[in-house]
Structure formats: C-alpha cells, structure tokens
C-alpha cells in the first residue's frame, strides 16, 4: 500500500479511527507518521491526525508555507504535530487554526463553564426583578397607582423567593 499523505513511500502505519459510527482507515510511511505524530507516546490524537491529514491533502502544494511565531518560532507544523502553543504570542500568530479547532470542539468560540441549576433560576430571578422595579418606577412617575400596587406584589414574591 501507498502513504495517503506523501502517496510516494509504501504504508506500514495502519490507523482505524471511528468517528458517529463511520470507520476512516488511513495508511502511512513511517515518516510522514513521524511527522504527523504518531511515533510519539503522548500529545495527539487520532481524531488530530486524521485532521491534518485531511487539510494537508486539500491544500495545493504552493500553498505549503507555514506561519511562524515571531516571539518563540514555533512553526504551524509544531502545533498540528502537537496540539500545544510555545508563548502567549502564538496564540495570536495561529489563532485562525485556534479558533477553528475550538469551534469544532465546542458549540461557541467561547467557554464560559458549568454554572449550578439554582444558580441560573436565581440570575432570572435578579433579572426579572430589576425589570419589575424599573416598571415600578416607570408607574409611579405615570401616576398609573393601580399598575405600581400590582407590580410591587410581583416584586415582594421574588423577594422571599430569593430569601
């Protein structure tokens, strides 16, 4: 068998990847294994390889030319290789293939974490009773007295809930 990535040296690398149910086979030389990563005890994974595999093949061979980081001169190469950023800099030098693997990661570009069930009720809670009493400040300057006595009842009951 042929190297998927080079198609010129004879595969002895064999991967099976199994992604949503979808078996992906891919065959590789022992240097491009090496050069994607998959002589290394740590630090990738099959889902990576099959990644890099995938956008090297599609990318034109004049296209080859890979971003450097001007502070610590870590390469493109590097971070597909390892999944890892040398500096604080890099993450601005790459961040086009940062934010592409964190969209493929996650739903957003941002993470903003796990936050407790109770504490979400009570941030709707706020959030409605700050609406209510600007309503009933809004009442009140509208002499609208009826509105405003309803409107503080709704504001008591949030207000034991909270407590």
Do not use: W
């Not at 069930?117 to 609208?144: C, G, H, P, S």
């Amino acid at each position: 068998m042929i190297c998927e990535k080079c198609k010129k040296n004879e595969a002895t690398v064999f991967l099976t990847h199994i992604v949503g149910g979808k078996m992906q086979k891919v065959d590789l030389c022992p240097k491009c294994a090496e050069s994607m990563g998959v002589t290394q005890t740590s630090g990738f994974t099959l889902a990576d390889i099959l990644l890099r595999l995938d956008e090297e093949n599609s990318r034109p061979r004049h296209q080859k030319l890979e971003k450097t980081c001007p502070n610590c001169g870590y390469t493109e190469a590097e971070l597909r290789r390892t999944g890892r950023l040398g500096c604080g800099t890099c993450y601005q030098t790459f961040q086009e293939i940062v934010m592409d693997t964190i969209k493929e990661m996650q739903k957003k570009p941002e993470h903003l974490g796990k936050m407790p069930t109770r504490f979400i009720k009570d941030r709707e809670t706020r959030d409605k009773l700050d609406a209510l009493e600007k309503n009933l400040t809004e009442a009140v300057d509208r002499e609208d007295y009826e509105g405003a006595a309803h409107l503080r009842d709704q504001i008591r009951l949030l207000r034991n809930y909270l407590s």
